[in-house]
């Protein structure tokens, strides 16, 4: 049985003072809510006070993002060695706005290209968390036109395969996938359920091909994509979902404690 998981996903929103209002607003809300597991991934810069605040609550603190090497002379990078020393239980990685893929948001002209994660990075990121222990969620996801042209499994399958290539199986039982089309980021544009349900299922299919079926049937498999109170129990509710990844309305305390509470 997998014990449900729901992320929120901060991004660039909160500066630490307001991340910490918010978070302070969210954990008197789901304070009683022990069967269900809960993350926020704050930027950086408001780790540590947002740390602070969870430290003995059940909510659990992600980053956004890491850099795989563990120091050196890499200006504006952050380490997952770095990470551990907050406490850091979870990380995203591979997220389509780092992969320069966006949804329903078009950056800014001349921004799209500072954002190139690719399959290697991604997988080089992963193996950087695991050895400090710190459970990478991948983000995996297909964009309109290659939803349009019948090409979903094959971009999530090749997006999978990749991020775990060369790591070794028994490292990965708390590893999470999100699969976000990203078509659906941002954009209010939520999967149909019972669509997302079927991607969810042959991506655990694609880990049971990668590792084997027991690590494919404890793995959490997330949707992200406009997730809002109002769509979250159908969601949560299919076989193959285990929870969801949540951007925009994981800013609002009250609206993100009932996403939660649909888990
Ligand atoms: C996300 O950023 O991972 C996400 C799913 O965003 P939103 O919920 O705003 O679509």
Do not use: H, M
């Given at each position: 049985m997998r014990t449900k998981l729901v992320v929120g996903n901060w991004k660039m929103s909160p500066t630490s003072r307001e991340g910490a209002a918010l978070v302070e607003a969210f954990i008197k809300q789901v304070d009683y809510l022990?069967?269900?597991?809960?993350?926020?991934?704050?930027?950086?810069?408001?780790?540590?006070?947002?740390?602070?605040?969870?430290?003995?609550?059940?909510?659990?603190?992600?980053a956004q993002d890491v850099f795989w090497e563990d120091s050196g002379a890499f200006t504006g990078k952050v380490s997952a060695r770095m990470l551990s020393e907050f406490c850091c239980d979870y990380c995203i990685v591979g997220h389509s706005e780092a992969r320069g893929r966006f949804g329903g948001y078009e950056p800014p002209i001349g921004t799209r290209e500072y954002f190139s994660e690719t399959d290697e990075t991604v997988n080089r990121k992963i193996k950087a968390l695991l050895y400090y222990s710190i459970s990478p969620i991948l983000c995996?996801?297909?964009?309109?036109p290659e939803r349009s042209v019948g090409e979903t499994e094959k971009v999530v399958?090749?997006?999978?395969?990749?991020?775990?290539?060369?790591?070794?199986?028994?490292?990965?039982?708390?590893?999470?996938?999100?699969?976000?089309?990203?078509?659906?980021?941002g954009t209010g544009d939520t999967c149909d359920p019972g669509e997302a349900e079927r991607v969810c299922a042959f991506i655990r299919g694609v880990v049971?091909?990668?590792?084997?079926?027991?690590?494919?049937?404890?793995v959490?498999?997330?949707?992200?994509?406009?997730?809002?109170?109002?769509?979250?129990?159908?969601?949560?509710?299919?076989?193959?979902?285990?929870?969801?990844?949540?951007?925009?309305?994981?800013?609002?305390?009250?609206g993100f404690a009932r996403i939660v509470m649909s888990a």
């Open positions: 022990w069967d269900v597991d809960i993350v926020v991934c704050p930027p950086y810069v408001a780790i540590p006070r947002v740390r602070e605040l969870v430290k003995d609550t059940q909510v659990k603190l992600g995996v996801g297909e964009t309109k399958e090749r997006q999978v395969r990749g991020a775990l290539a060369g790591v070794d199986p028994s490292e990965l039982y708390t590893f999470v996938v999100a699969y976000e089309p990203v078509w659906a980021i049971a091909g990668v590792a084997d079926q027991d690590l494919a049937e404890s959490r498999i997330l949707y992200g994509g406009s997730v809002k109170p109002e769509n979250a129990r159908e969601l949560f509710g299919q076989a193959n979902i285990d929870g969801g990844l949540v951007g925009g309305a994981s800013l609002d305390a009250d």
